[in-house]
């Protein structure tokens, strides 16, 4: 007797390192620190203290800003400082146009799961037009979860109504990967286009 296959209902992504690159990683925040002479050490550790919160929507843009840049004086504003942070944001075209592609053709529910603060994530969502692509956002700054909290991933499979083994995940962290799969996900953990591309195409969701 065939073993039946479970058909994929169902795509769990992230943004930075997958759809995007990353909104406000260490690389973004040492180019931020040299843009504007700001002494990093000082700045990393400051970031470090209050970033989680901030993430999990507990501290506005504002109050972050308050604490790891602008808690002295500063020769710029903080205009300046926001468009060079939503700057650092870049998108990956070929995935956006992959996942858009299998969604179309698989009829796929997209769901995002995503540690990012609030006023970074909604830039990011406007400018790559993400909400084209995304039917639902699990961004942590919304449900005040950080990855790589189980309750996070339980909370996608809740809203996205899609059953675990239905799911994909792609995700470019291996830890976040592996509580995905903890969880019954199957997970692929992303490093490039062509070879996530390949994993999906043995799963069944193949273009054309």
């Known amino acids: 007797m065939m073993k039946r296959v479970i058909p994929i209902t169902a795509l769990f992504l992230d943004i930075g390192g997958v759809l995007l690159t990353n909104g406000w990683d260490h690389l973004a925040r040492r180019r931020a620190a040299k843009h504007f002479k700001l002494e990093w050490a ?24 308050g604490r790891v840049v602008f808690y002295q004086k500063r020769p710029f504003t903080r205009a300046q400082f926001r468009r060079f942070m939503f700057a650092q944001s870049k998108p990956y075209p070929e995935m956006i146009a992959l996942f858009a592609q299998l969604k179309a053709q698989h009829r796929l529910k997209i769901t995002v799961v995503s540690n990012e603060a609030r006023e970074v994530n909604a830039y990011r969502i406007r400018k790559f037009k993400l909400d084209r692509l995304v039917d639902s956002f699990i961004s942590s700054c919304f449900v005040h979860l950080r990855k790589p909290d189980a309750e996070i991933y339980r909370l996608a499979l809740d ?20 509580v995905a799969e903890g969880l019954g996900i199957r997970s692929i953990l992303h490093t490039d286009y062509e070879s996530t591309r390949a994993k999906l195409a043995s799963l069944g969701l193949q273009e054309g």
């Open 42 to 65: 000082e700045m990393e550790e400051r970031h470090a203290l209050t970033f989680e919160t901030h993430e999990e929507g507990k501290l506005t843009f504002e109050e972050y800003l």
């Open 159 to 178: 809203i996205s109504q899609a059953p675990a083994r239905q799911v994909v995940y792609i995700e470019n962290t291996p830890m976040f990967v592996q």
